[in-house]
């Protein structure tokens, strides 16, 4: 039987990709650091995944089984093996993973596919010097000429899942959405038939829609809903002036994405109205906090919002609701999350000026940065 080695066993690895490889036929094999999931996952062969959607929709994935990620050399024998692999650990976990990759590689005669769902710049740039790195000089050669590394594009929503005292620790809750656009160009040979991949040769298109789509509509929900007070997601998308502002921001950038990569504008403006909805997503449950998390990441020059924000602006767009979007993430004050307090503390010691340069990479006198100032005098009046 083909099997798919899936390296995460977490809300990415279970929660979407074991399905996806699951519906597809293959045997997936998870490798993970959590003793209880693996022992789990080895005695059921079996787990619960619940779609979210109008009501919860119960599905069981099967035809499974994990490793313990400390047992290096079956790990080995899986990647030696494994039809196809795939990565979904989180970009400081990597360097680890692409250790055990290469042992395994040594072993292998036969091209494999590694699809890399992680969340970084470059991301098979990223896998192939660590594996470089790890793989004695004779393995290089094989990494250059035999190993394939797909970029993906992950934008199934998986919020963060509440372990009640008794529960399954296998389930997972998910949102329906079930595509998975992956560069066709990384493939060694033919992309395989895999359920809900979308191999795109203009890969790039769909990296940046993601990012200045998806990710920025998400966080101006966020911190615009956090301003007013809103615990949940789909609570400021139901509010009419938040969801119009919504809208707007994703149109900001939308506007810029068509004319940089030729998008369809009704597809496009299909695709904002089916995010807005999914934000809407009730029995999801996503929160205000977790969509907010980590405001000085969000904010930086390359992200969603301030790179959302430059983009429209070198396409002829004025981002007026990306700029009121990032003086509330400014306003961002969540208990428990480091990030937001620190980036508070900055704001104290410092001034505006002060973050915009070294958290947003603007200049104060920008014009992006400017027009954010301007926003901040108003929430802060």
């Known amino acids: 039987m083909k099997t798919a080695l899936q390296f995460g066993a977490g809300s990415i690895g279970r929660g979407f990709m074991g399905q996806l490889f699951s519906e597809s036929g293959y045997e997936v094999v998870f490798v993970d650091v959590v003793p209880e999931i693996v022992s789990e996952l080895n005695a059921r062969r079996s787990y619960p995944l619940r779609i979210a959607g109008n009501g919860i929709q119960e599905l069981t994935i099967r035809n499974i089984r994990a490793v313990n990620a400390s047992d290096e050399d079956e790990v080995a024998n899986e990647v030696a093996s494994a039809s196809i692999i795939c990565t979904a650990v989180g970009a400081s976990a ?35 010097q660590l594996l470089l790195e790890s793989a004695p000089p004779s393995l290089k050669p094989f990494i250059e000429q035999k190993v394939g590394l797909v970029e993906a594009v992950v934008a199934r929503m998986v919020p963060v899942q509440q372990r009640a005292p008794g529960s399954d620790p296998l389930a997972v809750t998910v949102e329906p959405y079930k595509r998975l656009p992956v560069n066709a160009l990384g493939f060694i040979g033919p992309p395989p038939n895999i359920v809900g991949m979308e191999p795109k040769e203009n890969f790039q298109a769909y ?3 993601k990012l200045f789509t998806h990710n920025a509509g998400h966080a101006v929900a966020a911190y615009l809903g956090h301003l007013k007070g809103y615990r949940y997601i789909h609570e400021v998308v139901s509010d009419p002036e938040l969801r119009a502002k919504v809208r707007a921001a994703m149109d900001e950038t939308g506007t810029a994405l068509i004319r940089k990569h030729g998008f369809d504008p009704q597809e496009h403006s299909e695709h904002i109205e089916d995010l807005i909805a999914r934000f809407g997503n009730v029995a999801l449950g996503d929160t205000v906090a977790r969509v907010g998390r980590d405001p000085i990441r969000k904010l930086a020059r390359d992200e969603r919002l301030v790179g959302g924000a430059l983009l429209a602006m070198e396409y002829g767009v004025e981002p007026k609701t990306l700029a009121e979007a990032v003086a ?31 958290v947003c990479g603007l200049e104060p006198n920008h014009p992006f940065a400017e027009m954010v100032k301007s926003a901040w005098c108003r929430l802060t009046s």
């Open 94 to 128: 990597l360097p680890a993973v692409a250790k055990l990759l290469a042992r395994g590689l040594c072993r292998r005669t036969d091209p494999v596919n590694i699809i890399i769902c992680e969340n970084l710049p470059k991301p098979a740039e990223t896998m192939k």
């Open 207 to 209: 990296v940046d829609r």
């Open 328 to 358: 509330a993430a400014l306003h961002f004050r969540e208990p428990g999350d480091p990030s937001a307090e620190r980036l508070q503390e900055m704001l104290r010691k410092h001034g505006i000026d002060h973050v915009l340069r070294c």
